[in-house]
């Protein structure tokens, strides 16, 4: 079994940043994609900014962050951040921490969510 252990969720004031990191334990045997999803009061579960690999890593930010959010990630800890600067009160959401990961060599791909950690941006 996989957890995906989330932090760093706070109230901040518009214009502030926050960084959330996301730590995967248990036994993985490589990580194909791992990132943020957020959901705000009454909308969708929507994508945030994502690592994926595959022959070669690539990272992915929804349009309303990009600039604003840096994703990043500790390899050899299996952990991300996501580096948000210039918050806004509509960045105020659940963020959920995601990784699809493969358990043994040869074997399919698991997804996993985070419990959740609460973002919100108000003065």
């Known amino acids: 079994q996989v957890q995906l252990v989330e932090s760093g969720g706070n109230l901040v004031q518009p214009g502030g940043s926050l960084t959330l990191s996301c730590a995967a334990s248990?036994?993985?045997?490589?990580?194909?994609?791992m990132g943020w999803y957020r959901q705000a009061p009454g909308k969708q579960r929507e994508l945030v900014a994502i690592?994926?690999?595959?022959?070669?890593?690539?990272?992915n930010y929804a349009d309303s962050v990009g600039g604003r959010f840096t994703i990043s990630r500790d390899s050899a800890k299996s952990t991300v951040y996501l580096q948000m600067n210039s918050l806004k009160p509509e960045d105020t959401a659940v963020y959920y921490c995601f990784c699809n990961v493969v358990l043994s060599r040869g074997g399919v791909a698991y997804a996993y969510w985070g419990q959740g950690t609460q973002v919100t941006v108000s003065s």
């Open positions: 248990g036994s993985i045997f490589s990580i194909l994609v």
């Open positions: 690592f994926t690999t595959g022959g070669s890593t690539s990272t």
